[in-house]
């Protein structure tokens, strides 16, 4: 799509929900999304739930939802296959014309949605939401994401927008265009990036969640950064061949150094502690190195696999 689209057009919209324990969450967003779209009668609404093997009644209170509005579609996986994969069989399923995945906490706000709508109408393809306040993260998490949109974007050719999370409006070219990616460690941020497209952005606040508990941790979100960066850059290997070749260097020029001392002013004994330093120092070198040479043979070995990104369990369709 490169042409703007009239704003009287009745549009389908999709909107993909994953969700894992979110059974306290799921009505409040319910009722959010039907105060902002029964006043939009040309969007066409679908709501597609993927449940990411939820392990408390979110199943369950969905289905209730879905008997009286049969707008809600719901996607039951296996397992929990984690939310990148979620998010790839939403899009793998979603029927709409224009499509928005949206958390079910309510910190990504549907009131932002009609203004994307209108951007799309204006001819973009892609309508980002960036989160210009913070304030309901923590100091850590802030610093920590910024940290890794500085250190992700110096490494590779297709940036991530900052601030910038899953919340977007994407014209069904896009979601197509992602379809065709075919890897299976999925970072969707950096997938969402690298597709391109006509984007603008709508600035917003990030509020407090609704309800429940966030199911990110620290651990997670180191593992998350990881995959970030392994995924769309191998500027870590090529660091560790200029950081050998830093030390070869300067073990060259330490030697000659000893060689010229010695020469000068006779053999002497050297120090044990120097040389615990210097064994340590370049064994850890050594290990951290076997380590990134570890993460990217792992993930090639686990794609070279070709199993499926999820596994769909069931699929309840709500009467329309």
């Not at 050719?157 to 075919?182: Q, T, W």
Request: aromatic fraction near 10%.
């Amino acid at each position: 799509m490169t042409q703007s689209i009239a704003p009287e057009t009745t549009v389908k919209l999709s909107l993909i929900v994953p969700v894992f324990n979110e059974a306290e969450t799921v009505s409040l967003f319910i009722n959010s999304i039907s105060t902002v779209f029964d006043k939009e009668p040309l969007v066409d609404l679908e709501i597609l739930f993927i449940n990411d093997g939820s392990t408390d009644d979110t199943l369950l209170r969905l289905l209730e939802l879905q008997s009286i509005d049969n707008r809600i579609q719901i996607i039951e996986l296996s397992r929990n296959f984690g939310k990148e994969a979620a998010l790839t069989a939403g899009l793998q399923i979603c029927s709409g014309q224009i499509i928005v995945p949206i958390d079910v906490d309510l910190q990504d706000p549907p009131q932002l949605i009609p203004a994307m709508i209108t951007k799309w109408r204006e001819g973009y393809e892609v309508v980002l939401g960036r989160r210009i306040d913070r304030d309901s993260d923590s100091w850590a998490k802030r610093s920590s994401a910024n940290l890794f949109y500085r250190i992700h974007n110096k490494m590779t050719s297709s940036k991530i927008p900052e601030n910038v999370g899953d919340f977007r409006l994407m014209d069904k070219c896009v979601v197509e265009a992602i379809k065709e990616l075919p890897e299976s460690r999925r970072f969707m941020k950096g997938l969402f990036a690298w597709v391109g497209f006509k984007t603008t952005y709508i600035n917003y606040s990030r509020p407090q969640r609704s309800a429940g508990t966030s199911k990110f941790n620290g651990w997670k979100l180191w593992n998350f950064a990881l995959e970030g960066i392994t995924s769309f850059s191998t500027d870590p290997l090529k660091i560790w061949t200029y950081l050998g070749l830093t030390f070869s260097a300067i073990s060259f020029l330490f030697a000659i150094f000893i060689a010229l001392k010695v020469i000068i002013h006779g053999a002497d004994v050297p120090g044990y502690a120097s040389i615990m330093v210097a064994v340590t120092f370049l064994g850890g070198l050594q290990l951290i190195g076997i380590g990134i040479l570890g993460e990217y043979l792992g993930r090639t070995y686990i794609e070279s696999k070709r199993r499926p990104v999820f596994i769909i369990r069931q699929i309840y369709r709500g009467k329309r």
